[in-house]
Each structure stands twice: as C-alpha cells, then as structure tokens.
C-alpha cells in the first residue's frame, strides 16, 4: 500500500449530433466504474438519434483495474446495442498494456458495423451471479 492519496474521479461529457464523447481522469476501479458507466448510459438514452460513434478519452486516466475494465465491456455492449462504435482515445502505456495482456482492444473497438440500432435493446445492468 502507498500514502498517496487517491486521484479525484471525474468524467467531461459531451454530446452532440452523432457522437458522444466522454473524458475519464483519474482512476477507473471499482469504486468509480459504475459512474463511466451510468454516463455512458444515460447519454446514450438522452432522446433523440443514438451517437454513431462513443469516443472515451483516457489522456487524464490514471489507474485501471479488473472492475474498470468490466465497465468498458459494458460500455461497449450498451453502445453496440444501439449501433455505436466505441472509440478508445489517448490511452496510456498501462491502459494499452491491459488490452492487449487480456486480449479485448479489438473486440472493444471493433466496428458495430451491420447492426442496426435496437430501439428495444436492455441497457440495465446485469444480474449479478453467484460467485
């Protein structure tokens, strides 16, 4: 353990006709994925034509963990859902590192190319199993 204190979470958001784009700073755990997440979602659902595109900017990420990168799996399900591409910009030596260790950069950022928005599509979290 260190004594630093924890890095202060916080995500800029903008929408616009067609994308949305979402800044991460700080550490993304299990403590603040739920929040990139609940963003992420409540854009995505904020009336009108879903984004063609989700772009998440990590420039200001400071740490991910396992918990972290669940939410950017989730993320990406909620967005490809609904027709949208996610975007993984600026990602930092670590954040590079874990994608590829776990082999997701290019599921996560595959096109969502051919499918066709589902108006009707489930954006609530999962049910939680027994572990």
Do not use: K, Q
Not at 53 to 82: C, E, P, Y
Not at 94 to 112: C, K, Q, S, W, Y
Request: hydrophobic content about 35%; charged content about 25%.
């Amino acid at each position: 353990m260190n004594d630093f204190p924890p890095t202060e979470f916080t995500l800029g958001v903008v929408r616009e006709p067609g994308s949305l784009r979402v800044r991460v700073n700080g550490d993304l755990d299990y403590d603040t994925c739920g929040e990139l997440v609940d963003a992420v979602t409540e854009n995505l659902r904020d009336g009108g034509e879903p984004p063609r595109g989700v772009r998440l900017d990590f420039g200001g990420l400071t740490h991910i963990d396992s918990s972290g990168l669940s939410a950017l799996l989730l993320v990406h399900r909620r967005s490809s859902a609904l027709g949208a591409t996610l975007y993984l910009d600026n990602r930092p030596d670590f954040l590079e590192r874990m994608l590829h260790i776990t082999n997701v950069l290019d599921h996560l950022t595959g096109p969502a190319a051919g499918r066709e928005p589902d108006g009707d599509a489930d954006l609530s979290w999962p049910e939680r199993g027994p572990y």
